[in-house]
Each structure stands twice: as C-alpha cells, then as structure tokens.
C-alpha cells in the first residue's frame, strides 16, 4: 500500500467530500494563503474556490456559525487552528451545538465538524499543548473523534464530514508529518468503534491519538519481557466503544488507560469508572491511568517532559497492573 | 419618542390594503397570544420562565411582513412574537410552552427554547447573544449555495455587549453576508437601564466599526419599521451585505412574568402604556386613513382570542411527552441504533 | 442554634469579609437594583456603594477583569448569574485564570471567586438548569467549591474569598430559600476537607450540594431496611479530599456516587476512578455512580423529572453494591 | 503613511534631551534584543515559538515612555518590546526565553508566556485577545483602591476582531476605567491582512460604538506616539477614562521566526524595511535637529550589544529547571501542604 503523511491523508478526505457534496465548506484562520500551519489545508483554494475561506480571529464566529450553516442546508467544516481555543467557542459548543437537536425535538441535523488540532509539541506551553477532549466529555450531544494514524484520519474525517450530528475531531499536530500507509481510493472509517492495534493476553491497553504509537513501543519492550499487551484505539472517543474495551478486558483481567491529556478529571477517570462498574468480577487489579499531569504544559524541555506521560509511565503502570515490579 | 435617522423610502404606501390591516393583525395575534400566556403562567399552566413581548409587537410584525418562508430568523428567549409573526401555528407554539408532546420541540424546549424550523424560525435562545452567529451562518448558507435567502438576527439592546455581537458583525460583513441584525432596544436588559450598561448613545452607533450602516427607528411605528426593513432586507438579498436597524421601543411588562420590577417606576411603565402602544398607535393611523375602524379591530381581537382558545384547548387536550421520550432527539440515529451514544 | 437561608448565609458572609477588608469588591449583572434573582445580594449595595457593582451582559470581561484587578491587588467575587454562563467565559477560566500562576512561575497569587447558581430548578430546561463541575474537573489550578447548607455556605464563601486562588464556588439554587442553623459570628470552613454527613458501616455514599439531602432522605429509608449509609459530603470537589472518601470506603467496602450532573464524564468517573485505584482490595462491589442522564435537560415536567436522578435511582444503586435486590 | 487625525500637543518638547536619547536607546536595545532572539532561536538555543517585535519598536517606546512602574500593561504574543520597555531585567529574560530557572517565570512560561510583575508587566498571552479584560481588571482595581494608576493594553489588528476587544471596550466606557487600549496595527493578522479581517477602515473607527475617542497615529513615528500616549494616559489617570490608539505600523519580520510568507512580497517588505524603519525614522529626525548624531547611535548599539551579550551569557551559564520543579506554583500554597491539589 502506499504511504503518505497524515496530513496529506486529511486533504484527501477533504478534497473527495467536498467535490462529492458541494454543500461541503470549509472556513478557519490562515488556512488559505499559506495552507494551514500544517499545511493540511493545501490546494484546496486552487480547486474549490470560495468554499474555502480564511476567517477573522473571532471563534465565537467560526463556531457559532458552523451551527447555524449547518441547520441551513450545508455541511460546514471548521478549523480551531489549535484545539486550545474551543475554550474561547466552548459556549456555542457545549450551550449551542451539543443541546440544539435535543431541545428543538428533533427538528434538524446538525452536519458540522469542527477540526482541532491539539496535543504536545515544540515547547509550545501552557495555551499552544493541551489535549481538551476532558473538557467536553461531560456535555452530551457531541461526537469526539481522534484519529491515530494517516488511515483512519482519512476514514474518520470522511465519515465525520458525513455525520448528521456535530463532530470535534481532534488531530495531534506530532501526527501531520507522519507517514504510513493509506489505502487507495474512497473508503470510510466508522464513527463510533475501536479497533484493536494489537491483541494480547495480558494486560488491555485503552489509548487514542498519538499516544496509541507510544503504547505500541511500550508493548514492544513489555513483549521482550514476556507480557502480552492488547492494544484497544478508541477511534471514536464519544460515543465510545464500550463493548470493545469490556470484550479485552474480560479477556486480560487487567486494564491500563492511557492518553497525553491530564489524568485528573481526564478520559480515562470515565474508562476506569465503567470497566470496574461493568467488568468489577473479572479485574485481577485495578484499572490504572496514565497520562499528564496535575499542571498546565510548562514551557521549558525538562518541564514538558517532566508533566507528560512518558514509555515508562505506561510500562510501569502495566508492570504494576500484573503485580510485577518494574 | 425619537424619530428614525434616515428617510427610507415609504415601501408601506406600496402595500395592498388588507396587508396594511395584516399588520394589525399580526400585532393583535401577539398581543393576545401574550396576554393569554401571562395568565396561563400565573395559573401555573404553563412552567418554566415566560419573557413577554407586549409592547414590543410592531418589530418583529413590521420586519416579518419583508420575509418569505424560506428567510431565517434567529431569535431570543423573549421570542413569541418572532414565532408568530414568522408564520409559525399558534396551537403547536401553545402546546409546547404547556410542555406537551404535540408542541414543536415535544416538550422539550418550552419558552426560552422554541423553535419552528419549518417557518425558517431557528430558535429562541437561552443564551443571550447566542443567536448572532446562528444567523450568519444561515447567512453563509445562502452564499455558499447562491440562494436569495436572508436572516434576520433579533437581540436586546443588552445583548448587544455580548462579544458575540463584535464577532458576528465583523465576520458578517466582510463576507457581505445576506443577514440583518434587527436590534430591539426596549431600554432594560432585565434590571439595567440601556443608560448604564450600554456606551454608545445607541445600538446603531456600533455599526461604523463594521463598515455597514446602522440605522435607529421607532420601533413603536409598524410603518417605520417595515420601511427600513424593506429597504435593509433587500439590500441584504441583492448582495450588499448585512445592516443594524435598531428599533426603538419600550418592555411594558416585567422582565419574566413575576418580575418584582423594583428598577422603575410605575408611572413610567403606564406612561409608556398610554402614550406608545404600537396596536393603539397603528390603529389610529389607520382610522386616521380611513383603512380600519373600530369594528374591524374588534374583529381582529375577537379573531385572535378565538384562534388563542383554540390553541389553548390544544395544548390542554394534548398528552405530556411519556417519560422516556426524554432519551431521543439528541442525535439524528436513535439510541437503539447505538446505545453507547446515550448512556 | 439560629436558623437563617441559604442565601441569607452568603450575605452574611459577604458583608464580613466586605467590612474586614477593604479590596473585596463585587459585580455581576443584575445585582444592584434588585438584589440579586435570589435575593443573594440585597442590602450590599446600601453598604458598599460603588464597591458592589452591576455589569453588562458581557461574560468574558466578567471573569477576565476578575483575573486582572486579583493580579493587581483587590479581591473580586464575580457573579456569574447563572452557572451555565461560565461557558462563555470558559476561555478566560481555563487558559486564563487556571494558569496564570503557573505559567509566569508563580509570580502573583490570584485571590478571585466566582460564584455559579447551577442546578435544575423550576423547568429552567437545557442552558439554565445545568451542573458544570464536569466541565472544569481537568482543568489544573481551579478550586471548586460546592456548599449543601446555609453554614456551609457562609463558611465556605468566607475561606474562598480569603483564598490567595482562584475558586468557583457552586450554589445550587433549589438551596438558596431553605432555611438551617448557622452559628452566630465568625467561622471559616476550610477548604479541600470533606465532611461525614452521616456515619454508616455498610455504604459510602459520596455527594455534594443539593444532592446530599437527597442522599440522607435515601439513607433514612434505607435504614427502615436495615442498612447503614454513611454519607460524605465533599463540599471541595477540586482539590477533592480523597483521604476522607478511602477512609469511609475503606470501612463499609462499598461506595456509591450521586451528582446532579450527567453520569458520563462527570466527577463520578473521578471518584470512582480513584476509589477503584486506591481502594480495590477493599471492595466488595464495583463502585456505582448515579445523577443526570445522559442527555441536556429537558423542560416538560415529565421529562426533567426523568433525566434527573431520583431517590429511588439513590436507593436502588446503593442496594446493588449490596447485592441486594430492589 | 496616513497620518494621525488629530493633532496632539507636542509634549515630546517639553522632555529634558536625555529622555529624547533615551527613547532612542529603548528602540535601539529591543531591535538589538529581537535580532539576537531570531538568532538563537534559529541556531535551536531558544525553544518554542518566538515573534518578533521588529518594526514596531516606536510603539512600546512612545507609550511606555509615560507609564509608572506600578501602572500596568498588559501584552500579547508578540510581547518582547513591551517587556523591555517597561523597564523589565534583560538577564531574566533572556534566560526565560532559553527556558531557564533564573527565567522571570522559571522556564515555565517562555517567550509566549514573558510576564514580570515587578514592573506591571502582567503578562504576554498565547491567547489574542487574551489581555483586553485582564487590563479592565487592572483598572478596576484603581478604581476600587482609589490610586491613580493607569493600565495600557497592547493589542494587535487582528486581535481588534475577538469578541474580548467588545466586552472590555464597553466596560472600560462604561465604568470609565483608566485604560488605554494601544492597537499595534502592522497590516497583518499572521497570514492575513487588514484590508481582508478587518471590517471597519481604521482599529480607531470602533471607539464610537464604546462613546470613547479613537486616534490613529503614525506608529512608526516615535514622537507621535508618544505625544498621543501622553495626552491619553493623563487623561485615563485624571479618571476621563479609556481610548483607543491605533499606531499604524508593520511586521518587518515573518509572522513567527520561520514563518514561510507566502502572503506577501519580498518588495513590500523591502519598501517598508528602506522608508519606514522607526529607528532609522527618529534618528534623521533627533540628528535634523543636531540632538544625535552618528556617534550616539553608534554608542547606544554598542552598549545594547553589551548588555544582550551579557544576558545571553546569563540565560547560558543558568541552570535548567529540575524536572520536578514542574510541580510547583499552580496554587499559593505549596503541593506537599496539600498533595491532593496536584495530584
Ligand atoms: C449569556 C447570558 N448572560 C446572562 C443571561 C441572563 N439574562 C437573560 S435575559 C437578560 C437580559 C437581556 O436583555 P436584552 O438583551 O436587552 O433583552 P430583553 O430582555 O430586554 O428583551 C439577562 C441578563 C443570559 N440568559 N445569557
Ligand atoms: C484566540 C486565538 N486565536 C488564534 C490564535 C493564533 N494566532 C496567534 S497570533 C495570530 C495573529 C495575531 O494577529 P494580530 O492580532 O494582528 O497580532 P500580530 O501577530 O500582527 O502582532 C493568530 C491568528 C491565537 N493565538 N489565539
Ligand atoms: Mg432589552
Ligand atoms: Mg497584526
């Protein structure tokens, strides 16, 4: 199979979605003239014209109108140029967005995805690293999808651009220049199931986005200690895909969550809340999570590093899970 | 009162005679619609929160009148009278402040959350200022599919310090966007009066940091306000991007139904009431042309308490939403298709 | 003891801490001219003039000026009308206020309170009846407060407004009118302690805010069955006193937790998070979370009163950590 | 270059010819500073993202030339002039800049992140729009404390678009705070220009919608700015309230060090870079008048190379942080008094 980067991966979706339905739009700040930051946004001015435009720094606007272009016949895509900045839209998400099809009963659909690209990288501190989907976890309506990979970005994003409801799909910004292999023409990747990245035994690995790469390092390593470690990638972080995590977990015994965001009040306190709710009789230890910690992303290397969730915070944690030391 | 900054060009005079008497009506339709609704809500009929229109009645009348079906409107959580005067039917609109099954949102929006989409009407909101950039996008819509649709975006004059407000305009207008933002400056942002919370001398002072035009008018004078809005409405339709046209005029009622109103005075209120009742005044004018009398008033009054009380035995003999009913809407699959979505 | 409400309490505390410091000023909107919708600020004004002060209709600058007059040497309490707004000062709360400290290396402190009436009341429907704790649990450098009593309300809102951090201080409005015992005179309740509401040996039951009377009703029918409900009553939900949840369910083996908010994602998964992490050996059930469905809240009366959870849904989890059955 | 629309009094006069060098010296020392910082930054010395202040040296220098050191500012991504102007140690920020503990925020914060609030520097801001109402609150806390300290806010172009710039503007008028809003407009939003995101003609048109005044001036011409800030600011410390100030400038340099700028020509940089170099600007304009001459300039570089040298010297022989370090300071309390508060 070929290989291209994940971000060209990206433009593939867009470009087949958008000659496919001309209701497709895409809008966000600095997208056109240079292309986007990671430039996922290339050449789509040349062929689609004015569906794509740059905005003025306001993502009340970019938001708030993604919702009303979407109640009105078209299927606006929008670019958060950094997922930092839902926060500055979080009202029109969360208040707006998310309730609109529940308390009109009903009455219209709501095609919209906003693109977010987040997570850790260069040293860009406190308000340019986080991973946010902790702060959107709470809020029913919404769809949250994270791609791991060149492939499923291209099938989650055109699955996503698809989606009657409103999708946040968030792209880790280490992932754009990756490059792996992506399968010719048009295919869709489905909202709503994990995949397994690599089954096991031992221990049930749930992760997401960037940090699916570093588990499959640590299970490597853990490999070369005899530990089995089955890989579950969410995909689709709401809804999740309960029944596959369960299904591992029921199988392993033991379950390690982890993801780039902070632990406190992150994803995995939901994923470690449901498998002992729903597995309690077949845990041989408890459901530990890894991921960064209690403080925003400093700015400095030893500091950046210090707070994210590294190889050996995950080996350590499925260590720890098997009742072996590390 | 003051009086309208610009001269539009007198668009009424064009109108046929029974649409100049429809304008009474739609003002007489939301009168009683209002006044009905304030009983029910002190009769404990109707639950929730109940922000009236009353004195308000000839904006969104005088603006409706310029809008076909397929126009937007974004509205606020004082929007009953936006819904009627879009064309919405008064017994769903009814059944759903009662909060039964048969209204629009299935019980679910009630008052500050109804919506009729099928009229073009997208919603009364909850947030204030959170329907300015719901009408641009409706107002993208029609770009990106080359349609002569518009919206209309309503808002208080205390929403209109909403940084939404900033966003919206900004954005609307560079993109020329087929929306005008139709402002109802009725002097009190619930408790506030517009000389406290709002810096400029008024609303349309704002749209120079635009590039637009905004105009003030006599939001009390039906004719005033169907003028201008003629005359914006097709500017926005042809191309020539959005406007502000705020509309002077002035909450006859508390903010909610039960507001205490200690921050005016009562000769205030009944100054107001006496002096610029948008019905009395566009009556008048229209007696004063000969084009309605007394009689066809009663008519219109008698016609609108009789289309109220059918909408009121509706909403009456309608079924409450059955309790799990509460599980659907969110999403376009149901929860059976994928239950994880709901949990 | 004298009995006085809930927001009469807040006043009391208000006005103490107004007279004993000169910098505590106040502003939020429609709180001047008619004391506040839940009369939580009458009287302030004859007594503080301009120091309590109306506002516009303009969140963000709402929470943004809080940051900088705290940075700058006064102490403001902002009120946020209705908690569900902190959604459109999301921005200015958790890229703003959070990290403030900690990104310019702990150079100021940042003495500010908002308080947040949440909760269901009355059919206020989707964007007025909302608990949004779960939207601020992964936001490192926010302290989140949450009274269930006039005395925890006076003596909380005291130590948050002497607190050298931010602190969002949630209020449930259903509290504000009822009336219970508060000590006459000075006191503070310290933040980031739990207290026991209610000693038991068979159920830990965690809760907050309005919910822990919920909770205690529940716990008194439970007890016509013969069970023993001991009931910890948060009242910090961040930092979360976990010391005194383990020690309960390190006694009564079973541990059950009841928000208002919506389950998925919530501080339930929190909670049951860590006591599954921290307390596994010691339980004899999986640990239950009950609240919200997972959906917006609706407004007819029928649905609200389903989406929300009841004291049967309170009774019914506790009896299933006891395998009992209902 | 347009030029300002008002005629400020020429305060510039009146300041003692040491302070007319001076604001020659603070220029020098920024230009000197962001030369060094776009050199470690590409030689991997200096991590993160750096935005250079380039260009628009006349702006920081004009204002800050009238502020105290306990009135404040607030500043922006592009924060680095502002730092230095405010009167803020070159060594400390060099070394933050490096990522260093000695760092004004002990390598947590980094260029976009530079705070030092010794000398009311309240911060750079990785938000835009980010500092607007942290100002306000600056100027609440004047209000409130009764001093006559004034709070600057530093903003750029595309900045004047976030719905932040409303909501503070209206507050600010409203409660008449002492704040001077200073747009810094270098024709750019990153990669987009005014002409594109910029509704109104001029920052400056939007002080009507606040009922404030709004100035353009020449932001590439020291003196000018500096005469309207002085205006400006007596006027906010007298309690006339805020203003807007729009310094016409431009961003000499690529949005951030790397930046492709791909969305402008080589020319039109080079046009700007030849007749509108503030530096070059001011010095004809001090030497026309015989209060500089080669000799000056030449001193004042040499001694901003001096001191850049040696806060390189001391960002490079400082320490890094200990990783664990990363722990502290979110709160006022330290983690181990209360461990549950970082967990
Ligand atoms: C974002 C937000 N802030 C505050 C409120 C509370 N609130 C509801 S209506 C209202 C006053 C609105 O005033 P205005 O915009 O003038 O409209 P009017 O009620 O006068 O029609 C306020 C403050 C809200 N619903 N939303
Ligand atoms: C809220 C927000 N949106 C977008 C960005 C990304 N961004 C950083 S700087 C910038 C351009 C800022 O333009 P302007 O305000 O004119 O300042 P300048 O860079 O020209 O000094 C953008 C879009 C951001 N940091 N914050
Ligand atoms: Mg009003
Ligand atoms: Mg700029």
């Not at chain 1, 060209?8 to 600095?30: C, I, N, S, W």
């Not at chain 1, 260069?122 to 809020?139: D, I, T």
């Not at chain 2, 039917?89 to 909060?99: I, N, P, Q, S």
């Amino acid at each position: 199979m070929r290989t291209i980067t994940f971000s060209d991966a990206t433009l593939e979706a867009m470009k087949e979605e958008m000659r496919r339905d001309p209701t497709v739009f895409v809008y966000g700040e600095d997208i056109v003239r240079q292309g986007g930051i990671f430039g996922q946004f290339k050449g789509l001015p040349e062929e689609f014209g004015d569906r794509i435009r740059d905005v003025p720094i306001s993502e009340t606007a970019i938001i708030g109108a993604a919702l009303g272009a979407a109640l009105t016949g078209t299927r606006p895509v929008a670019d958060m140029h950094f997922a930092d900045f839902i926060s500055v839209a979080y009202d029109e998400l969360v208040n707006q967005i998310a309730k609109n099809r529940y308390m009109f009963g009903g009455q219209a659909n709501i095609p919209l995805v906003v693109r977010a690209p987040d997570g850790i990288i260069n040293q860009a501190a406190a308000q340019h690293s986080q991973s946010v989907e902790g702060w959107l976890m709470n809020v029913p309506g919404l769809i949250l999808v994270a791609p791991s990979s060149p492939a499923t970005a291209k099938g989650l994003l055109k699955s996503s651009i698809r989606q009657n409801d409103p999708v946040i799909f968030f792209e880790h910004k280490v992932l754009y220049p990756q490059k792996g292999p992506v399968p010719e023409g048009e295919y869709l990747t489905p909202l709503g199931k994990a995949e397994i990245r690599r089954p096991g035994t031992d221990v049930t690995v749930v992760t997401y986005s960037l940090m699916v790469q570093k588990c499959e390092e640590a299970a490597k390593a853990l490999e070369a200690k005899g530990i089995s470690v089955e890989i579950v990638d969410l995909l689709t972080l709401k809804p999740m895909d309960t029944a596959t995590i369960l299904d591992s977990v029921r199988k392993t015994h033991r379950c390690v969550v982890v993801h780039e965001g902070v632990v406190n009040g992150g994803l995995g306190a939901e994923i470690a809340a449901r498998v002992q709710a729903e597995a309690f009789y077949h845990l041989d230890a408890p459901v530990l999570r890894v991921g960064a910690k209690d403080v925003p992303i400093p700015f400095s290397p030893p500091l950046e590093k210090y707070v994210a969730a590294n190889l050996s915070d995950i080996e350590r944690a499925v260590l720890r899970v098997l009742h072996r030391e590390a | 009162m003051p009086s309208r900054i610009k001269e539009f060009p007198n668009r009424f005079a064009e109108l046929p005679a029974s649409d100049k008497v429809g304008l009474l009506r739609t003002m007489v339709r939301i009168r009683a619609f209002e006044t009905r609704a304030e009983m029910l809500f002190m009769n404990k009929k109707i639950p929730g929160f109940v922000h009236l229109y009353i004195g308000e009645e000839a904006i969104a009348t005088g603006v409706m009148a310029n809008l076909r079906k397929d126009d937007w409107i974004t509205s606020t959580h004082r929007g009953h009278g936006h819904v009627l005067a879009k064309g919405a039917d008064t017994k769903r609109m009814m059944a759903e402040l009662f909060g039964k099954k048969t209204g629009f949102c299935k019980g679910k929006g009630g008052s500050m959350h109804i919506a009729d989409f099928s009229v073009g009407m997208l919603g009364a909101n909850g947030v204030v200022g959170g329907g300015y950039n719901i009408a641009v996008g409706a107002g993208m819509s029609a770009q990106i599919k080359k349609t002569d649709q518009v919206a209309v975006c309503f808002f208080g004059d205390g929403a209109s310090n909403r940084g939404t407000f900033h966003e919206a305009l900004n954005l609307a207008s560079i993109w020329k966007l087929p929306v005008l933002f139709v402002n109802e400056n009725n002097r009190y942002a619930s408790t506030t009066p517009t000389g406290y919370h709002l810096s400029s001398a008024r609303v349309a002072d704002r749209a120079k940091g635009y590039g637009i035009e905004g105009y003030t008018v006599d939001g009390n004078n039906v004719v005033e306000v169907y003028d201008a809005a003629t005359t914006l409405i097709e500017n926005a339709r042809k191309g020539k991007g959005p406007a502000i046209l705020e509309c002077l005029t002035y909450r006859i009622k508390g903010h909610y139904v039960g507001d205490p109103e200690k921050y005016r005075t009562r000769e205030e209120v009944q100054a107001q009431q006496r002096e610029n009742d948008p019905i009395e005044r566009y009556f008048a004018f229209l007696a004063g042309k000969k084009a309605a009398d007394e009689a066809t008033l009663s008519a219109l009054r008698a016609e609108a308490e009789r289309e109220i009380d059918e909408a009121v035995a509706f909403a009456e003999s309608s079924p409450l939403p059955d309790p799990e009913d509460a599980l659907d809407d969110l999403f376009s699959f149901s929860p059976s298709e994928f239950p994880e979505a709901v949990r």
